[in-house]
Each structure stands twice: as structure tokens, then as C-alpha cells.
């Protein structure tokens, strides 16, 4: 079985700017959850999105959205990109919905904030 | 004071080395309590997964619950090269909460 995929694994962008990050979870998994990582602040939760609907989400500003599609595939979107956003997302997919199910986490998407 | 506390690093050890991780936590609501390994360039893997308090062993990792003192660890026997790597503890309330990890502790396994 394929694992949790994660496009691009790179990308660099100015302030200012907005991105959309992608994630194809494992075949039959529902459940995508979102997390930033950073040296300082480590792995913080952004939000999860099961069945289309987001379910629980972060303490993370508006600038942070995202949406889950019919196929389980989840897009972030982070608008009006501040420097310190920099950082590794990755995105988690889980069978059922909730903190307590064994999540599997894709390689991450490296973004760098100039 | 942040909710999950992990002991920082990194930490460098020999191998064959015994090594303890350790994370203390204040919210007593927490009732699942996880380790995962991250390799560089890569996503965490779950590696233990434990609910009460107590020990659990699986291989050479042993995890360790102290709901009373509010305290976890993670137990590496023979550490091997292949061990090195983040480790970071992380816990959830219930069902329907969201995961918060401790900030990891990067292990180095001399050979």
C-alpha cells in the first residue's frame, strides 16, 4: 500500500504570498490531519478534516485554512505568507476520525518564507 | 508553562548504550500517551502506544506511564546507529482531542 504522499516537497516563496500544500492519504484512510513544524516550536496541530468536514482544529490565525475533497485528498492554504510560517507541514492520515487513531505521516513539505 | 515538556537535546550515546527519554506533561485529562521516531528528512512513525499506567515493552523499546507524577519515558536497550533519530512524545485527552507533542530530543548512536 502506497504511503501518505506530500507535493511539492519544496518550495520557496516571498511575503506576501499564499501557497497551497497537497495531500493524498493512504488508500481507504478518511482522516487527514495537519501539523507545522518548526525548531522552536516543534509539531503544533493545525487542523483535521474527515469526511470532508473539517473536525477539530488548532490555534493557528485565519491565514491557515484548508479543505478535504470527496477522494480523502487534502489541500492547506496559507495566505498572506509571514516569515516566520517557515517551516516543515505535514499532513497525517488516519482510518477513523480522532487524536487516538494510529496516524501515518507523509515526508513533509518544506517551506521556506524570503 | 507549555502543556508536554520533553527533556532537550540532542543526546549522543555509544552503542550497546541503554537510553532514557523522558517527557512530563501537566493536563491531567491526558489518557493516551505515544512515542513516535522521526528519521531526518522523513515523517514521524508511531512507535509505542500506550493507554494506562505502567510498562509496556516491544522489542528493545519499553514505554513507561506515570499518571500520578505525570511523567512518561521511553526506554532504548542495545541502542543501535539505526536508532538515531527525533524521538518526540506526544498525548491526546480523549477520542475526539488533538495530538500535542512534546518538542523532541534528536539521539545520535555512536558506532
Known amino acids: 500500500k502506497a504511503g501518505v504522499t506530500q507535493t511539492p516537497r519544496y518550495l520557496i516563496k516571498t511575503r506576501g504570498q499564499q501557497v497551497t500544500l497537497s495531500c493524498s492519504p493512504i488508500s481507504g484512510h478518511r482522516s487527514v490531519s495537519w501539523y507545522q513544524q518548526t525548531p522552536g516550536q516543534g509539531l503544533q496541530f493545525l487542523f483535521e478534516?474527515?469526511?470532508?468536514?473539517?473536525?477539530n482544529k488548532g490555534n493557528f490565525p485565519g491565514r491557515f485554512s484548508g479543505r478535504q475533497f470527496s477522494n480523502s485528498r487534502s489541500e492547506m492554504n496559507v495566505s498572506t505568507l509571514e516569515l516566520g510560517d517557515s517551516a516543515l507541514y505535514l499532513c497525517?492520515?488516519?482510518?477513523?476520525?480522532?487524536?487516538?487513531?494510529?496516524?501515518?505521516f507523509g515526508p513533509g513539505t518544506r517551506l521556506l518564507v524570503l | 508553562q507549555k502543556e508536554v515538556e520533553q527533556d532537550p537535546g540532542p543526546l549522543s550515546v555509544p552503542e550497546g548504550a541503554i537510553v532514557s527519554l523522558n517527557c512530563t506533561y501537566s493536563?491531567?485529562?491526558?489518557?493516551?500517551f505515544m512515542w513516535y521516531r522521526q528519521y531526518s528528512r522523513k515523517g514521524p512513525e508511531l512507535l509505542m502506544y500506550t493507554y494506562s499506567s505502567g510498562n509496556k515493552e516491544d522489542g528493545r523499546f519499553t514505554a513507561q506511564v506515570d499518571k500520578s507524577s505525570k511523567y512518561i519515558s521511553l526506554f532504548i536497550r542495545d541502542s543501535q546507529p539505526s536508532d538515531s533519530a527525533t524521538y518526540l512524545c506526544?498525548?491526546?485527552?480523549?477520542?475526539?482531542?488533538?495530538?500535542?507533542f512534546g518538542k523532541g530530543i534528536t539521539l545520535s548512536v555512536r558506532p
Open positions: 506526544a498525548m491526546i485527552t480523549g477520542a475526539n482531542s488533538k495530538l500535542t
Open positions: 493536563n491531567s485529562a491526558f489518557q493516551y
Open positions: 478534516y474527515f469526511s470532508e468536514t473539517q473536525r
Open positions: 497525517a492520515s488516519s482510518l477513523q476520525a480522532g487524536g487516538q487513531e494510529t496516524q501515518y
